[in-house]
């Protein structure tokens, strides 16, 4: 340890994994898609969790998310919302949503999730102000700092907003970050500066920033 702060070893992480615990279903929409290229892109349990107790905690009536993937952190979240809840999860690639789609159809979530297709762009403008308890934005890098202006207007007072990879790999320190790390640093300055928001910056996963939306 050095100034208060935990070093993570190998061994801590496990312990760390271990207490993740994935419900089953996240442990098989998980294990289905390890093969995918993509799944680099996949919400590292420990955020999984988090984001769990945070629907949980924010009443779970209506939920976003910006970056469905092929739905890992969506069903994070669907079986944290309360009966009768929905999630709202937009995906800009055709054969990704499709895919999604599948899964919680197997999953038995078809009823509670909704895959919104098309670019975040072009879909946020036409959601309504105040409508969700939470927002998770987990997409393309270089449009955070806009992503979180709509979600600033879509979260309801009290209301959280979540977004993931805010340290990028550590990148956001680097002498020269590329776009995205530099975006990131960007969103996350916002975020902390905004008057509408209280915020920290939490070294989870790749981190992660926590916005609660004041009144
Ligand atoms: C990091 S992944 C999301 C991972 C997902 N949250 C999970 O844990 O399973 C980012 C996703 O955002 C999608 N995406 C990228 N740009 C987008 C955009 N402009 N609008 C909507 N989705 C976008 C990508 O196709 C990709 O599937």
């Known amino acids: ?5 935990v070093e993570m070893t190998p061994a801590l ?14 442990r098989r929409v998980t294990g289905e898609n390890r093969g995918d290229p993509g799944a680099v892109m996949m919400t590292h349990p420990e955020l999984g969790r988090l984001l769990a107790v945070l629907v949980t905690a924010s009443g779970g009536r209506r939920v976003l998310e910006i970056g469905t993937y092929l739905g890992i ?5 669907a079986e944290a919302l309360r ?10 690639d055709p054969h990704r949503a499709t895919r999604a ?18 670019p975040a762009g072009a879909t946020l403008p036409g959601l309504p102000d105040g409508a969700y308890d939470l927002c998770y ?5 270089p449009a955070y700092p806009a992503y979180l202006e709509h979600a600033v207007r ?23 970050p590329g776009e995205h790390a530099e975006a990131l640093r960007a969103f996350t ?11 920290a910056v939490l070294a989870v996963g790749d981190g992660v920033t926590v916005s609660v939306v004041r009144g």
Do not use: C, Q
């Not at 992480?13 to 996240?26: E, F, G, M, R, W």
């Not at 934005?137 to 890098?141: H, P, Q």
């Not at 300055?189 to 915020?199: E, G, V």
């Open 189 to 199: 300055r916002a975020a902390i500066d905004h008057p509408r928001l209280s915020t």
């Open 101 to 118: 789609e599948r899964w919680f159809a197997a999953a038995g979530l078809a009823d509670r999730v909704h895959v919104m297709r098309g």
């Open 1 to 5: 340890m050095s100034d208060g702060r």
């Open 154 to 176: 879509l979260v309801r007072a009290g209301g959280f907003i979540v977004a993931d990879n805010v340290l990028y790999d550590g990148e956001v320190v680097a002498e020269r």
């Open 73 to 77: 952190s969506a069903t994070w979240m």
């Open 137 to 141: 934005i987990d997409a393309d890098k």
């Open 13 to 26: 992480a496990a312990y760390l994994d271990a207490l993740a615990a994935p419900s089953p279903l996240v």
């Open 83 to 92: 009966d009768g809840g929905r999630l709202d999860t937009l995906e800009a």
